[in-house]
């Protein structure tokens, strides 16, 4: 493991090993999702971070969009952007909308109250979910060839902790840590 903290001191770190020649390929992995990222690192390190800084995301990673944020910048979409909304287009039968226009408020209201509930609702499980995606897109990149991934995975999404630790045991040291924090130690996840 090279570095792990705030964005902008991996981002220097990876540009300054680049710098040196180091002919390994770096990876870096987004803490929340699991997922690999690529950064811009042409120019100076004030460049760099300018663009992290002016980056919409406030990320700097060259990374496709989600299909669920919002419109790019420089478009401007229906909704009250000022406070965030963001107009989507949403496909129901008649009888989804005959029932959200009787709700106080209407459509938009009531689904805004169905989605707030339902992610109240799901919250442990879902950050559980979320904690185990994660670990997992990390040990698909970087331990998929390790002895022990299939069943650790295996563990991962049955939530059997100890057969997990038990599965990773034999990995470096770093893979093992990391991917034991992905899955076991997240923030919203309860243990």
Do not use: C
Request: glycine share 10%; net charge positive.
């Amino acid at each position: 493991m090279l570095l792990s903290g705030p964005l902008i001191d991996v981002v220097l770190a990876v540009k300054a090993s680049a710098e040196r020649g180091v002919s390994e390929p770096i990876l870096v992995f987004d803490d929340a999702t699991g997922r690999a990222l690529d950064f811009d690192l042409r120019g100076t390190k004030a460049d760099i971070a300018a663009r992290l800084s002016s980056s919409s995301a406030g990320s700097g990673l060259q990374d496709s969009a989600s299909p669920f944020e919002g419109p790019s910048p420089g478009r401007r979409g229906r909704g009250r952007p000022k406070l965030g909304v963001v107009g989507r287009e949403v496909t129901l039968l008649p009888r989804h909308w005959e029932w959200l226009a009787a709700q106080p408020g209407g459509a938009s209201v009531a689904l805004r109250k169905l989605v707030d509930e339902a992610r109240k609702a799901g919250g442990p499980a879902e950050a559980r979910r979320a904690a185990q995606e994660a670990a997992y897109r990390f040990m698909s990149a970087m331990a998929g060839n390790l002895p022990g991934f299939e069943e650790a995975i295996r563990a991962l999404f049955a939530n059997d902790r100890a057969r997990f630790e038990q599965q990773i045991s034999s990995w470096p040291e770093d893979i093992r840590a990391y991917a034991f924090r992905l899955a076991y130690q997240s923030p919203n996840v309860r243990r």
